[in-house]
């Protein structure tokens, strides 16, 4: 049974950093793709950034391009986000997911997501 | 980016109530979209993969249709524990892109 278990988040300032985990279990994690999605208050689900099953290769939503960064620790079955030069509109819940595929070899499995209950992120002076 | 637009926003609806909810594409996306149901406080659920097929311990009362650029969703009898956001999500490339949501309320 897929386990998502997100951490890291609370209230920060405006320009600041914040990271974000998410403890992976119930499943082999080292031969799946994983996503952070967030979900702004009153608004739909946003997806931020994929990370490939052995780290290889990484995409990102324009609207955090350059400020997020997603990673792993396959070792440890975690996953990460790394988030700088913080914005209001950076305020959301935000989802750590498992793709259905490793990403690297798609059989029409990938970019379907299970997914962790989400940790809210508030971004305010 | 492919856009992606449900419709309606919302709707309220009674128990044992069919309901139809739809997704439009901003270009033809063959058959791969997905279906989530987002309540409050939890994971969200995948339902539907693939335009049409159930995912696995999902009830049968879920089922979704389309190709192309138009796509449903019907839920055929409603149930209390089905009161709750649904949204589509296109998997055809990068960046993933979702509806806005449909929030189904209880009449």
């Known amino acids: 049974q897929v386990q998502l278990v997100e951490s890291g988040g609370g209230v920060v300032q405006p320009g600041r950093s914040l990271r974000l985990s998410c403890a992976a279990s119930g499943f082999p994690f080292s031969s799946y793709g994983m996503h952070w999605v967030r979900q702004a208050p009153g608004k739909g689900l946003e997806w931020v950034a994929v990370i490939w099953y052995d780290g290889s290769n990484t995409n990102y939503a324009d609207s955090v391009k350059g400020r997020f960064t997603i990673s792993r620790d396959n070792s440890k079955n975690m996953l990460f986000l790394q988030m700088n030069s913080l914005r209001a509109e950076d305020t959301a819940v935000y989802y750590c997911a498992r793709d259905h595929g490793n990403l690297a070899y798609c059989g029409g499995e990938c970019y379907r997501m299970d997914w962790g209950q989400g940790t809210l992120v508030t971004v305010s002076s | ?107």
């Open chain 2, 1 to 107: 980016d492919i856009q992606m637009t449900q419709s309606p926003s919302s709707l309220s609806a009674s128990v044992g109530d069919r309901v139809t909810i739809t997704c439009r594409a901003s270009q033809s996306i063959s058959n791969y979209l997905n279906w989530y149901q987002v309540k409050p406080g939890k994971a969200p659920k995948l339902l539907i993969y693939a335009a049409s097929s159930l995912q696995s311990g999902v009830p049968s009362r879920f089922s979704g249709s389309g190709s192309g650029t138009d796509f449903t969703l019907t839920i055929s009898s409603l149930q209390s524990e089905d009161f709750a956001t649904y949204s589509c999500q296109q998997s055809y490339r990068i960046p993933l892109t979702f509806g806005g949501g449909t929030k189904v309320e209880i009449k």
